[in-house]
Structure formats: structure tokens, C-alpha cells
């Protein structure tokens, strides 16, 4: 690595950085001036500033329903892929080089493919006349469909299984880094495989667990698709919202509003929740 | 694992007027019905270009950027770097929202180009932490070696250094075509009717109701998605792609 002291550095990054700061400084900074504006109905967007749209936001009991689902949604997706993912990651690492490439394919390559089309198959496995239904009726074990979609639980499992693959890649970039020797170490001791797991693996692995679940709880506050086609117009959470506003209503200023107020949450809770972790399991993140 | 995708896949060989699971006819019914849908097609094509234009353009902005960043060491670097990940760590909804805002201001909304530096800015990061992963790991003697025989900076790079990094920038130009084709939370916002891209229309038309053309469509997608990640695959390792690491 040269410690250069010629300018070329800065020229090299200079369009990436311009194109930047153009496309993505810029419309946020204009997008959160754009949530202080007033609006009506009637004559549009209005001149001046005010803060009414957040005070709207934190004393409407609309909105609070929306925000406490979409991040309620959010933590038990979160959680969901914490359990699913870690064992799903250990699994795949332990797996022989074969193997491995198979399942990587299975579990990964759907990040290649568009949540719409993700999202589809869920509608299609969760309808009243869908697979799963017409499965458990034709099994005699149900007489009336179980309503899975639009249905807060149909939104959340779809969500589960669009997100996991991102638990699985962070946690599994961990593992990579885990001594085999230290299981190997436990195992001589006499500890069984639930203890190895538990004590010895999952702390080291925790770092990627951390980073994974972060992520994870992002997109899930964040998704749109999915709990637009699977929660369907009842059941709104913030981004869905934010739609309505902007495209329906044409209300721009709530609708930054919600999305300032949205990374604002987002942003604090990732903070908080990286500070706690951090802090409390020290030893592993030296 | 892979459920939804399977039952996409089945659905779309129904012979029935609507999507059921099972079905007794199977036919091809529903691949002819995307021949007879031309503005499926049209919005096809549209996001086939747009992927290959915003693929390019972020690949002609992050290889630069990305030997810069992970060959000198710089004021500011840490700063640019972060900077130029920034998209990855912005909700696509508020970014749809914000760049809606932004146009609205240079009346440029429902303009292509609008549609595809926004595209271009979404999977600029995918390309940038693969060249920089490749150029990372570049053993800079061979580049030094030609710089003490009397080769040019850019000869250089042009025939040492951009060939080694060449698997890495092919790379994350595949994965930023894929990300762009893919994307729909904030081209629903950007794009415009007479610019729809096909995730965005197909999103639409799910609104309306869920029939076996869109599992036909999404099946032929899957397929050539399939193909592609078998091309990743040979060119780069699928997991260091998806991974993002050396």
C-alpha cells in the first residue's frame, strides 16, 4: 500500500464520490427538508416550516399502530432468522466441500432472484385455496382454510424466509474464523455436542450473529414488497405507508416525515443494540 | 428452503384460467400468454438494459474508486469509502422517495436516465467491495516490476493490473445486473408508467390479482437466473460473490 502524497488517490475516487453525493447525499438532505413543509388536501404543499408532520407521527394512534407493527414484525423476524440461521450456518459449514456447494446454491441463490418473485410463491403457498390449505383439507386434518394471508403471521413467515439468507452469510463469515480446535478442545473435556454449541461455538460466533441480526432487522422495518403483497391494504406497516402517502395521497411531506422518523429508529436501535452486545460479551469482539 | 420458488414454478404450468395448486391439465398455455403480452415484454427488455447500462456505469465508477482505496493509503479514505457503501445502509423505500424528490426538483422524474443513475448509485457498493477485495489481495511487485522497465501508469494498468483484478470487476458487474434487475421497492417510486421495469409491473399486477401469467413469467426468470449463477459461479466462486470477501 502506497502512502501516496501525488493527488492521484483523489482523482480516481472523485466520480464515485460527485456521483455520491449527488444521488444520495443530496436527495436525503432535501428529502428531510422536505418532511418540514406543511400540506393540505386542498392546496398542496405549503410554504414555511413547521414541524406538525412528526408531532402528527408521535400523537396519532394510527400511526403508533403502524410503527409498533412494523417494528414488532421486525423483532420477531429478527429472532425467527437468529434461530433458523445459526444452526442453518453451522450446518453448512460442517458439510463436506461437495455438499456445500449444492446447499449454498439452495440457500443463497435465492438472493438472486427478485422478493417478487419470492413473494409470489409465498402468496400462492398461503391463500385459502392454496397449497398448504389444500393439502391440510384434503388430509382431513382441517374443515375450514386456515387464513394465512393478509394475516400479520403469513407476512412475518414470508419475511423469515426472504431474510434468512443474509443471517446465514453473516453468521457463516463468522464461523469461518472459529478454531475447530477449540471444539475439538471441549469435546476431549467431555462436553457434549448441545454444550460445544452452545458454550464454545455460538460466543464465537457471535460477532457474526450481531452483524447479521442487524441487518436483518433493518430490511424487515424497511420491506416493502413482501408485506405489501402478503399483509395486503389492511395491514400497514411504515414503508407501505410511506407509499400511500407519496403515491396516493400525494402528502410528500408525511410521508418523509415517516421515513425520517423510520432510519431514525432504525439507525438508534442498530446503535443500541451493537453498543449493549459489544459491551456485555466484550471478550469476543477484542 | 427453496418452497415458493418450486411452487411458482409448478403453478405456472396450469391449464386452468387462474392459479390453483394441484391441477389435473398441465400446458404451456401460460409461456404462450407472454408472447401475446408485449408490454411484459417490453418491460423485459427495459430492465435488461437498464441492469447492463447500470452495471456498467457503476463498474466504470468503482474500479477506479476501488484501487484507490485498496492500494494507497490517503487522508479521508475511510470517509470516501464509507460514502461510496452508503446506499447498502439506506432503506431502498426512503432512497425511492428522496431520489423522487430530487428529480421532482430537476423535472427530471420519469426520464431513463433519472431511472438509471439511481440504479446506477443502488448497486455501485456490490461492485466496489468486490474490486476492492480483488485488488486487495494483488501483489503489487508485478506492478512495480513494469513500472521499473519504463512502462507508463497507464500501461500499467492496462496490461498488469487490470487484468488481475479483471475476475473480481467482472464479477461485481454480474451482481450489480442482478441486483438492478431485481430491484423494486425504489424503482416504484422512480420509475414512471411509460418507464416501468419488469419487477415494478409485475408488482402491479399482483396488486390486481395473482394469475398463472405472473408464475410463468417469474419461472422463466428463475431459469435465467439459474443459467447466471452457474456463469458466477465458473467465473468467481458463487460464495465469495454473495459473501462479498476475498
Known sequence: ?286 | MLAPLVMVALVSFTDKGYIAMPFDGASWRWYRAILEAPDFIDAFWRSLALGAVAASLATLLAVPAGMAIAWHRFPGRDTVLGLLLSPLMVPHVVLGIALLRLFTQWGATGTLWGLAAAHTVIVLPYVLRLVVAAATGFDRSVAQAAESLGASGWTVFRRVELPLILPGVAGGWLIAFINSFDELTMSIFVASAATQTLPVKMYNHIAHTIDPLLASISTVLIALTLALMIALDRFYGLDRVLAGKT
Open chain 1, 1 to 286: 500500500m502506497q502512502t501516496a502524497r501525488t493527488p492521484l488517490p483523489y482523482w480516481l475516487v472523485a466520480p464515485g464520490v460527485l456521483t455520491m453525493l449527488a444521488f444520495v447525499a443530496l436527495p436525503l438532505v432535501l428529502t428531510l427538508s422536505l418532511s418540514l413543509y406543511p400540506f393540505s388536501p386542498s392546496t398542496g404543499i405549503g410554504e414555511g416550516l413547521t414541524v406538525g408532520h412528526y408531532t402528527d407521527i408521535a400523537t396519532d394512534e394510527y400511526f403508533h399502530t403502524i410503527f409498533l407493527r412494523t417494528f414488532g414484525m421486525a423483532v420477531l423476524v429478527t429472532a425467527l432468522c437468529v434461530l433458523i440461521g445459526v444452526p442453518e450456518a453451522y450446518v453448512l459449514g460442517r458439510l463436506s466441500p461437495g455438499w456445500r456447494a449444492v446447499s449454498m446454491v439452495i440457500v443463497l441463490g435465492p438472493l438472486l432472484i427478485s422478493v417478487v418473485v419470492r413473494t409470489l410463491g409465498w402468496a400462492i403457498l398461503l391463500g385459502n385455496e392454496g397449497v398448504i390449505n389444500r393439502s391440510l383439507s384434503s388430509l382431513g386434518l382441517i374443515d375450514t382454510p386456515i387464513r394465512m394471508m393478509f394475516t400479520f403471521g403469513g407476512m412475518a413467515v414470508a419475511l423469515v424466509h426472504v431474510l434468512v439468507p443474509f443471517m446465514v452469510l453473516a453468521v457463516w463469515a463468522s464461523l469461518q474464523k472459529v478454531d475447530p480446535a477449540t471444539e475439538q478442545a471441549a469435546e476431549s473435556l467431555g462436553a457434549g455436542l448441545p454444550t460445544v454449541l452452545a458454550r464454545v461455538v455460538f460466543p464465537q460466533v457471535l460477532p457474526g450473529v450481531l452483524s447479521g441480526a442487524l441487518i436483518v432487522f433493518a430490511l424487515a422495518a424497511s420491506a416493502f414488497a413482501t408485506p405489501a403483497i402478503i399483509g395486503g391494504r389492511r395491514l400497514k406497516v411504515v414503508p407501505t405507508t410511506i407509499y400511500d402517502e407519496f403515491l396516493g395521497n400525494l402528502n410528500w411531506p408525511l410521508g418523509a416525515a415517516l421515513a425520517v422518523v423510520l432510519v431514525v429508529i432504525v439507525l438508534a436501535v442498530s446503535l443500541g443494540a451493537n453498543r449493549f452486545v459489544e459491551r456485555r460479551w466484550r471478550q469476543v469482539f477484542e
